[in-house]
């Protein structure tokens, strides 16, 4: 009796309990299945005015190490190493091919370039840790609507990211402004400027000798704020610009920053580094000192995309 109790007692839970979590385990294998990316394997590189064909994997190597210091969490390399290879796919696929030239598409070095900059004596530990950082992320790549996202990443934000409208113009879905308050330890969190108003009228070439300077009036102020609190508009004396041409004319870290005219001095505090959109580096590395996992950092800063896993 009691052995026939037994029996149907495992036939319930086989039923009811082991059925169910094997169809459930076979529906999210499908989903996961949906979310694999197979698309570049290799990347068209221009590298000083040559063009080169460098394999995927490798090209992630060699911008994991020029983009982000090595000796930050593991964990935070690896969401960079996703990062840049969903930005480069993102690239190829969109123009053909990538710039090794950071100020066009993601920085590049090549491992000679490596040794130079972290000597001898480290580069060999160094480039294997990064190297294991993309390795253990093969082929994965952030993806919305099936495909590659604009990754975009920046050093420290300030305590916000930014949203891309804000700074492109166009409403990206997974690319909206979140509170980071993991990024405080960045030695680009605050940085503090001090100029004079002839400095002003050279760098932003506006005529500021109609300002009544010396009686304490306002030559510079932020008209309009977006909403992650970053200048959008700028009043230099009669003059209007936007927060991200101002940031350019005055090479600032960041469109975050306060102003405070002194008596013909101007005072601005610039919190973060970078125009603040998508992944903050040193936010990725506060939380993975927090015991975050890269894929937590991804989901994170880039909201509503998914990974997809490497073939
Ligand atoms: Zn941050």
Redesign the pocket.
Known sequence: MARFIGSIILSCFIVLILLPAVLVRGLDWREEKKLSYEGQQTVDLKIGGKMQKLPLEEYVKGVVAAEMPADFEFEALKAQAVAARTYACYQQERKGSLSADFATDQAWLSQAELRKRWGLFQSFRLWRKVSQAVEETAGEVLLYDGKPIFAAYHS??????EDAQAVWGSAVPYLKSVD????KE?PRYKQELDFSAHDLAVATGVDLSAQAVGTGGKVLSVTAKTASGRAKRVRVGEKELSGTDFRGMLGLRSTNFTVQNQGGRIKLTVV?NGHGVGL?Q??SQ?LAKDGKGYRQILAYYYQNAKLARGE
């Not at 980071?180 to 990024?183: D, N, R, T, V």
Request: charged share 10%; net charge neutral; with cysteine.
């Open positions: 420290t934000c300030g305590g916000k990211t980071c308050e993991y990024c960045s973060g903050c040193y936010g506060g």
